[in-house]
């Protein structure tokens, strides 16, 4: 556990992305981070490798009922890993479209670089000369956040997200094969509903799920703090909430609003004392 928390602070504290919602976002995906694990040549055998992985995953992803793939191709010193996963409300053909975009933008964004993330809404890859299939670490972080801020009283409205995001979480870890759900929660008249999903890959046990949203839902008030809404993307799980509905279909979870705070008590009434005559 400690590990996986020094792994989020030294990515999430260097990537960091702004977003807004309305007007016109500032940062549109993709949302690439390129590796330092090395550097492939043209026509090389690793990029060889990473060809053969793009016509392939793609259709497996979206042939899987969890919309969601591995694979890794090739021998040392050019074996290539590949992970995509897409969004649980999303669709098979939405899928392998995004991530076949996802292994072109990916060699583009990342030129000849061995180990590349790309992110986008509906999907997102990562590939790598290294074997992090073999592990559950959260690598490769990143935070967006919406630059507008809730009018709303900032704790209140961070321990909503949170609770909105942690019931939703425990429903993804233990109830749901594609270990994705989402949910809503009544909150006040300047924001009536917050909204939120939760995702982590369909390999992971459902103690790893949540232990890795765990995780990341810890952070929000460190990272998103008071704004209207945000995500926190890994390789292996990622969470976002919103003030307006931005997934498909019904919620899986919905949650009453939180009770609203006790009314103070009323002022003293300052009373001067009569004189009463003998």
């Known amino acids: 556990m400690a590990t996986r928390h020094r792994t989020f602070y030294r990515l999430a504290a260097t990537i960091l992305i702004a977003f807004l919602l309305t007007p016109p976002t500032a940062a549109q995906p993709p949302w690439q981070i390129c590796g330092k694990s090395g550097n492939y040549a043209a026509n090389d055998t690793y990029q060889s490798n990473i060809r053969q992985l793009s016509a392939t995953l793609p259709k497996n992803a979206s042939a899987s009922r969890t919309l969601f793939a591995t694979s890794s191709i090739g021998s040392l010193p050019n074996i ?47 590939f790598s000369n290294q074997n992090f299939l073999a592990t559950t670490s959260n690598d490769n972080i990143i935070v967006l956040k919406n630059t507008q801020s809730v009018s709303s009283p900032v704790d209140v409205f961070d321990a909503a997200v949170q609770t909105l995001l942690n019931a939703t979480g425990d429903y993804a870890a233990a109830n749901s094969s594609r270990r994705f759900a989402t949910g809503e929660e009544g909150f006040d008249t300047t924001n009536p509903t917050i909204y939120g999903l939760v995702q982590c890959t369909p390999d992971m046990s459902p103690a790893d799920c949540r232990s890795c949203l765990g995780d990341i839902i810890t952070q929000m008030p460190q990272d998103l703090s008071g704004s209207i809404g945000g995500r926190l993307i890994g390789v292996r799980c990622n969470f976002r909430y919103e003030v307006v509905p931005f997934f498909s279909g019904s919620p899986t979870l919905r949650l009453p609003a939180p009770p609203a705070p006790p009314a103070p008590p009323p002022a003293p009434v300052n009373v001067t004392p009569t004189a009463t005559p003998r």
């Open 80 to 126: 290539a890993y590949a992970l995509a996963l897409c969004r649980g409300d999303g669709n098979a053909s939405a899928c392998e479209a995004c991530v076949t975009t996802a292994f072109q933008d990916a060699q583009q964004l990342c030129a000849f670089n061995k180990d590349a993330t790309v992110i986008y809404d509906p999907c997102y890859l990562r």
